[in-house]
Each structure stands twice: as C-alpha cells, then as structure tokens.
C-alpha cells in the first residue's frame, strides 16, 4: 500500500515536500513515480526514482524546480517541490512497479500500484 501525504496550499515561489510511505511490501527494487492530474486535464508523468536516489527521471516542466529522492530504510519516497507556479496545482499521486524501464517510465499503464493523491494548490 502507497500513502502520500504533504500536499497543501501555498503561494507562488513556495515550496513544498511530498511524501509517498509504502507498507505491506518492502518496495526498495520497485521504481516509485509521481503524477499529477489537474481538474479537466489528462493524468501526467512528473518524476520517478529507481532503486536509488541517483537514477532519476523528470517531466521537463519540473525538472530543475522539484527533486524526487528515496529513502529506502524508511520505505518512502519524497518530492521536493520549489519555486512553485499556479500550474503546479494538481493532485498529486505515487505509484509503484517492478517492471518499468527506461522507455516506459513516464506512463501510468506500467505502474501496479497506486496510493491516493494529495492535493497541491499553487496561489496567485
């Protein structure tokens, strides 16, 4: 089971720090991702971490602002999100798979399990 938690309202330029706790299962060879879902738009791929902190993917529109690290002792996974804009405002979620590769990362079809969202809210 995935558990996010640390979403929040907060101004533009702030920050804020995401946490996806897994229990159940030890998920330290699983890659763990982050999505977001925005009201009226698609489900879309923010970041992922594989089986450690160094081998790490971003959305473009992210990349630089948020980082996505894991601290495997504690079975969770953290997203660090800075320097925040409005269309940051979404549901955050994390999901969990053993058999994401490279190419397949980014898409939501690949991973098996989920935990619910938290929601983000980005203010002007």
């Known amino acids: 089971r995935l558990q996010a938690s640390g979403g929040g309202l907060v101004q533009v330029g702030g920050s804020l720090r995401l946490s996806c706790e897994a229990s159940g299962r030890t998920f330290s060879r699983y890659t763990i991702a982050w999505f977001r879902q925005a009201p009226g738009k698609e489900r879309e791929f923010v970041a992922a971490?594989?089986?450690?902190?160094?081998?790490?993917l971003y959305a473009d529109s992210v990349k630089g602002r948020f980082t996505i690290s894991r601290d495997n002792a504690k079975n969770t996974v953290y997203l660090q999100l800075s320097s925040l804009k409005p269309e940051d405002t979404a549901v955050y979620s994390c999901?969990?798979?053993?058999?994401?590769?490279?190419?397949?990362?980014?898409?939501?079809?690949?991973?098996?399990?989920w935990g619910q969202g938290t929601q983000v809210t980005v203010s002007s």
């Open positions: 971490v594989r089986w450690t902190s160094s081998n790490t």
């Open positions: 999901a969990a798979s053993q058999r994401v590769i490279l190419s397949t990362m980014t898409l939501g079809t690949f991973y098996d399990y």
